[in-house]
Every structure is written in C-alpha cells, then in structure tokens.
C-alpha cells in the first residue's frame, strides 16, 4: 500500500505572531516552526494502516529548506521517505497552486491514500487537500476521525454538527484528518537517530516543470483589535453593586 | 562562534518539550504526593529512548555526545527532578564505568538492558564515613575460592531500591586505597549476601528514591571487576572519571530547572496584582527577574561551551566542568530563592511547584561533589604545574 501523508510547517500555536512590516506577512523572526497538528494525525494514520497492512509511508512538504524539520519529524516518528519541494517563496502562497504543485511530486507516487491535516493551523484554508484530489482525480473525504479499509474499499466516519456521516469509496482516496482520529505518537530519540539516515529527496519547481500561477494573493494581514480592559463595578454594599452593575449592562454593554 | 543546534538535537529537545508538558508535568504533583512515578510513565520513558542517552549506538543507546545529553536533560529537567533522576543513573553514573572502562563482555551483557530501560543501574560510592573523602571507604571485597566477597554498608545511593545492577566500589587493599587499592564491581540484585536497607526520608526528589546498599559476604563473580582482572586496584580512577563525566549533565540540569522557574516567576509577576497593579511593573520585582534572566543566560552559554569542548575534544573537560556545575547548581539556587520571594507567599505553599523545585534544587550543590569540592578540583586544575 502507498501512503502519502503531506505535511505544512506551520507556526507553533504558542508562537505570538506579529505582522510584518509590509503589513501582509507575518513576522518570521523568533518563529518556533512545527508540522501542522492536523497532519500529525495524517502521520499516526498512515503508520498504523502500514502497521496492519505493510506498505510504505512517504511524507511530502513544500517550502523552504527548514521544511526539512518538519518532514524529519515524520520520518522519526516512522515514516519511511520524504520529498521536499524546496522553495523560499512558498510560504503564503495560494493553496490552490500549492496543491497543484503537490499532485505533480504526489502523482509517480502511486498513491493509494493521501493523507492531509484537515487545514493548517496558520491560515486555516483547508484548500491544499481538495485541489490535490482534483488535479489527482480522486474522491476526498474530509475531516473524518475513524477509518476502516477492506480490500480496495474505505468507509470513513465524519462529524457532522453532532452527528456522524459514514461515507465510503473506492481507493485510491484524500483524506483529510480530523482530531479525534487518533492519539499521534512522539517522535522517539531513536527514531530521530534513525531518521538521519532514511532518504530526504529535495525536488524544485523546475524539476517539476511548474511555475507559479497563483490565483489569489495576500492583500493585508490585520492583527485582531486589542481588547478593550475590563470594568471594575465600585460599590459599598451588595445592593448599590447590584444596582451599578445593572446599570452598567443596560447603558455601557446594552445587553439588557 | 556557531552556536546553532543540529537538528537531530532540536528534534530531540521538541519531543521531551512535549512530552513534559503532555505527560510530565501535568502528574507533578501527585507523583510529589505519592512519592512514586507510575509505572506507564517508565514504560513511556523507555519508548522514548531516554534510558540509553549516553550509551552507544553498538550497544543499543543513541551515544549522544556531551552537548547532546545537556540538552535533552535541560528540557526534561522543566517539571519534577524525580523524572530525569529515574533515567540519570542509567546514563549517567550507574553506566558509564561499564561504558568508560568495562570489558567487551560486561559491555555485552549489561549495556543493551540498561540503554532499553529494561534494568535500572545504581552507582554505590558513598558510605557513612566516606561522603567527599571518597577514598575513605571501608568497604572491603576479598577474593575467596574463585569468588570475591563484599562487606560493608553504601548510603545516600539513587535509584538503589529500583536497580537491578550497581556499580560497587570496596577495597581490596587498604594500605593503598586510593593508590590502587580500590576496585570497581558490577553486583547484581540477585548476587547472595546483597540487600537493600533503609530507604531515607529527604528533604525533596519525592518520587526518586535513595537508599543503603548492604553487603553481607556478598559473592561476586571474578569477571565482575569492571574492566577485569587487570583493572582490580584501579576503580578509583574509574568512580574518578564516571563523576567527571557526570557533571555537565548535573549542571543542564539545574539550568532547566532555573529556566523553568523564571518562566513561572515572569507569569505570575504579570498576573498578580497589588496595590491596584500587576507586581510586574514594581522595580524590585522587575530586577530579581533581569538578574533571574541574566545568569541563567550566563550559565547557558558556559555550559554548551564546555560541552561543545568536551565533544570536540573527545576527552574530559575536568576544570571546565566543575566550573559549570558549581555555576550552574549555585546558580539555580540563587534563582529558586528569588523565584519564591517573586512568588511571595504562594512559593511557600505545596500546592504550587516553585516550592518544590527550590526544595529539589538544594541537592544539585550536594551530590556528585559538593560546591566545596569543586572549587578543590578547580583550583588544583588551575595550580598544578
Ligand atoms: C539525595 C542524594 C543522593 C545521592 N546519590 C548518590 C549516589 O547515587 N551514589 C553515591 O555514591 N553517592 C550519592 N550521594 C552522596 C553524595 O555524593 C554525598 O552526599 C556528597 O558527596 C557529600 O558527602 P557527605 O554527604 O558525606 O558530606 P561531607 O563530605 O561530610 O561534607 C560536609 C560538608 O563539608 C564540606 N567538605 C568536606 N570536605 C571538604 C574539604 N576538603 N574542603 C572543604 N569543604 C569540605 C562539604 O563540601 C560539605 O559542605 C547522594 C546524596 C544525596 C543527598
């Protein structure tokens, strides 16, 4: 079985993120980069039906070379291979285009299933996913949290509004993970030892024969309005505090 | 000067990160109450690897370098000592005479089970009147029939009460004790006449225990002199050289724990008002935490110096080492101290772990040689011709 698992280095979501000085990226200094969470359960999947199934897992990133960090991550935690499509200008692009120039690393692959986090943590698309399936021609199950193969058929489980969907189809299949599929495991110490042995292919655009064609560009990036201090309602006695916050409900807060 | 981190070590230290936080930290307290790590944490460490950090790769470990195993000892050491103390034995004092100078045989056979975690190492050098003057133990071991024979009483020994091995130094002749006539023994649990005794009650390092190690004509096979036959007379060298090593790691330590205890020193003086504002814009607070920040930063850069030394030098960094574990432990207790005076009455109180690390903390400046006795080792270093 061919597993791909496809993984976007992402900000730590205990990074403070500061805009840029040009007002549409982020600040990159100081930035502590981790695989995205989502895909983390792509990675745990992927081992787990190789485990039962056999097959290899292959890990795919795209972006600058710290990507690498990321992609060893997965290969500690047992992945078998890893491409990287190495670029310094990825980072932000259009995830339509980006999914298109994963399809192209994806496609010699074979896929039976590829695997996507259900969206990126940083820009919260969720795009990258459903333009690989199509440029691929596969169905894509999104945000499921169980999964079961028989043979060259997967049925899926996906929450849907505290019910469950359960879809199925055919392999070769997208899936994109949702938290509660499973409990990803540690990168071990031997396994990162391991890792640094275990082939890293870096391709470029240009091995690929894709150039940029982005349909959407980033115009600005607002930071979220400061929130505003909060209210200390003055009074002496219970009553008159009552009354004041009463008060401060109906004429500041109009909520009552 | 470089002093970026290889990956592979970056990788490590994110994996500890989380699992501290995930794991760890979260059961601090009650493993604090309870005096006991549960046994899935163990089994968690063992799957981590975190058994056989300085054991070789040949024999089952990741042979982290000197730079290698601080890191990953800082970062585990962000939550209860008593976890990195579980794991400190067997790659750190308890191993290393095997690693350092045991035969291909002893390598073989106790390396691989103390890298996987499966047996705990011990490292029983101190006895009731031999603590710094090391030399003056009175333990003894006399070949008999084929077989040496251990009397005599161990104390203060970490992990002693969970091991499966220990490394025993006694002496085989007392007229030249240090001078060739102290030998090194790997005993094992099962050996006869070998028994735990008390258990001691500590200030802290609730959840790692320290224990007496008994002797009682205790038979030890005559391959069991770590590095043989030919080494018999010559353990103080290896106990020497075990504890040398051990010091760059006992200092990350500290420095961990320091760190930890700034961050939450930095939090709580953001969060906790009086009169009318956060205690974080009062000067005097605002400068235990610069001065907290500023030798923690010291300690750092000394420490990954003298470990970045000792691996490209492949040998030991005898003074630099003690000068970083006597900076560094000395360091940290400065910033416990101030961390609970930040913490005010809340660092006096169990329910909140700045009293502990302050409690755990207060061992780093004791064991593995005293701050006195490194200052000796520094100076002689220094003066010698
Ligand atoms: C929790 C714990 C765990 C331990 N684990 C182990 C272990 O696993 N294995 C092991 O073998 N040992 C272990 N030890 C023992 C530890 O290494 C000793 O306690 C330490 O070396 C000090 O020896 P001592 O306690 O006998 O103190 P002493 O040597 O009696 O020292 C008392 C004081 O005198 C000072 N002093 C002594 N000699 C001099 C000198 N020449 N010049 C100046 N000052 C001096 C000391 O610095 C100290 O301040 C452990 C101890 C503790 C508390």
């Given at each position: 079985m061919n597993l791909v698992v496809c993984i976007k280095q992402v900000p730590d979501t205990e990074t403070q993120i500061k805009v840029g000085a040009d007002g549409k990226s982020i600040n990159m200094d100081d930035i502590k980069w981790v695989m995205n969470p989502y895909d983390e359960f792509g990675v745990e999947e992927a081992l787990r039906i190789k485990a039962d199934k056999g097959g290899d897992v292959i890990v795919v990133g795209a972006g600058p070379k710290r990507v690498t960090e990321?992609?060893?991550?997965?290969?500690?935690?047992?992945?078998?291979?890893?491409?990287?499509?190495?670029?310094?200008?990825?980072?932000?692009?259009?995830?339509?285009?980006?999914?298109?120039?994963?399809?192209?690393?994806?496609?010699?692959?074979?896929?039976?299933?590829?695997?996507?986090?259900?969206?990126?943590?940083?820009?919260?698309?969720?795009?990258?996913?459903?333009?690989?399936?199509?440029?691929?021609?596969?169905?894509?199950?999104?945000?499921?949290?169980k999964q079961e193969l028989d043979g060259d058929t997967i049925k899926v489980q996906r929450p849907v509004e505290g019910q469950t969907n359960v879809l199925s189809t055919k392999l070769p299949v997208c899936l994109t993970a949702q938290k509660g599929l499973n409990e990803p495991r540690y990168a071990s110490l031997p396994?990162?030892?391991?890792?640094?042995?275990?082939?890293?292919?870096?391709?470029?655009?240009?091995?690929l024969g894709v150039e940029r064609d982005d349909k959407i560009e980033i115009a600005a990036i607002n930071p979220p309005p400061e929130r505003a201090p909060g209210k200390v309602i003055q009074g002496e006695t219970p009553e008159e505090l009552a009354v004041n916050l009463a008060k401060a409900l109906r004429e500041e807060a109009k909520v009552i | 000067?470089?002093?970026?981190?290889?990956?592979?070590?970056?990788?490590?230290?994110?994996?500890?990160?989380?699992?501290?936080?995930?794991?760890?930290?979260?059961?601090?307290?009650?493993?604090?109450?309870?005096?006991?790590?549960?046994?899935?944490?163990?089994?968690?460490?063992?799957?981590?690897?975190?058994?056989?950090?300085?054991?070789?790769?040949?024999?089952?470990?990741?042979?982290?370098?000197?730079?290698?195993?601080?890191?990953?000892?800082?970062?585990?050491?962000?939550?209860?000592?008593?976890?990195?103390?579980?794991?400190?034995?067997?790659?750190?004092?308890?191993?290393?005479?095997?690693?350092?100078?045991?035969?291909?045989?002893?390598?073989?056979?106790?390396?691989?089970?103390?890298?996987?975690?499966?047996?705990?190492?011990?490292?029983?050098?101190?006895?009731?009147?031999?603590?710094?003057?090391?030399?003056?133990?009175?333990?003894?071991?006399?070949?008999v029939e084929g077989r040496w024979l251990l009397n005599g009483r161990k104390h203060f020994i970490t992990n002693g009460s969970e091991s499966h091995v220990a490394t025993v130094f006694a002496l085989t002749d007392k007229s030249k004790r240090a001078k060739g006539g102290i030998t090194a023994f790997i005993v094992e649990k099962t050996y006869p006449g070998f028994s735990v005794g008390t258990i001691e009650s500590k200030m802290g390092m609730r959840g790692s225990h320290t224990c007496e190690l008994i002797f009682d004509n205790c038979e030890v096979p005559a391959e069991n002199v770590i590095g043989g036959q030919a080494k018999v007379g010559q353990g103080f060298k290896t106990a020497?050289?075990?504890?040398?090593?051990?010091?760059?790691?006992?200092?990350?330590?500290?420095?961990?724990?320091?760190?930890?205890?700034?961050?939450?020193?930095?939090?709580?003086?953001?969060?906790?008002?009086?009169?009318?504002?956060?205690?974080?814009?009062?000067?005097?607070?605002?400068?235990?935490?610069?001065?907290?920040?500023?030798?923690?930063?010291?300690?750092?850069?000394?420490?990954?110096?003298?470990?970045?030394?000792?691996?490209?030098?492949?040998?030991?960094?005898?003074?630099?080492?003690?000068?970083?574990?006597?900076?560094?432990?000395?360091?940290?207790?400065?910033?416990?101290?101030?961390?609970?005076?930040?913490?005010?009455?809340?660092?006096?109180?169990?329910?909140?772990?700045?009293?502990?690390?302050?409690?755990?903390?207060?061992?780093?400046?004791?064991?593995?040689?005293?701050?006195?006795?490194?200052?000796?080792?520094?100076?002689?270093?220094?003066?010698?011709?």
């Open positions: 990321a992609l060893r991550t997965a290969l500690a935690m047992g992945a078998d291979k890893a491409i990287l499509i190495e670029d310094e200008g990825l980072y932000g692009a259009d995830p339509i285009f980006v999914g298109k120039l994963l399809a192209k690393a994806i496609e010699p692959l074979n896929p039976d299933i590829v695997f996507f986090g259900q969206r990126a943590v940083d820009d919260d698309c969720g795009l990258a996913s459903s333009s690989v399936a199509e440029a691929l021609g596969m169905p894509q199950l999104a945000v499921i949290v396994g990162i030892m391991k890792a640094k042995k275990k082939p890293l292919e870096v391709k470029t655009l240009a091995d | 000067m470089d002093y970026t981190i290889p990956e592979n070590l970056a990788l490590m230290v994110e994996t500890i990160r989380r699992f501290v936080k995930k794991d760890l930290d979260p059961i601090s307290q009650q493993v604090e109450k309870d005096d006991r790590i549960p046994d899935g944490i163990v089994e968690a460490m063992r799957e981590l690897g975190l058994f056989g950090l300085s054991i070789p790769e040949e024999f089952g470990g990741l042979g982290l370098g000197a730079l290698g195993e601080c890191l990953v000892y800082e970062e585990l050491s962000k939550t209860n000592a008593c976890f990195r103390t579980r794991v400190a034995t067997n790659n750190g004092i308890g191993s290393q005479g095997i690693v350092l100078d045991g035969t291909p045989e002893q390598k073989e056979r106790y390396l691989p089970r103390l890298a996987s975690g499966e047996w705990t190492a011990c490292f029983a050098l101190t006895e009731p009147e031999a603590g710094s003057d090391a030399a003056n133990i009175q333990t003894t071991a006399e070949l020497m050289k075990t504890l040398d090593k051990g010091r760059l790691t006992m200092a990350a330590s500290a420095l961990g724990a320091a760190q930890r205890l700034l961050e939450l020193s930095v939090d709580y003086a953001k969060q906790r008002v009086q009169f009318g504002r956060p205690i974080a814009e009062f000067q005097a607070v605002q400068f235990m935490l610069a001065d907290m920040a500023s030798q923690i930063y010291a300690a750092r850069q000394m420490l990954y110096h003298a470990a970045w030394l000792r691996d490209k030098r492949g040998s030991a960094v005898i003074k630099e080492a003690s000068m970083v574990k006597l900076f560094c432990t000395e360091m940290a207790g400065r910033v416990a101290d101030m961390a609970v005076q930040v913490h005010g009455g809340m660092g006096y109180m169990k329910d909140y772990p700045v009293e502990r690390f302050y409690r755990d903390l207060r061992l780093t400046r004791i064991y593995e040689g005293t701050s006195e006795i490194q200052r000796l080792v520094i100076a002689r270093e220094m003066l010698k011709a």
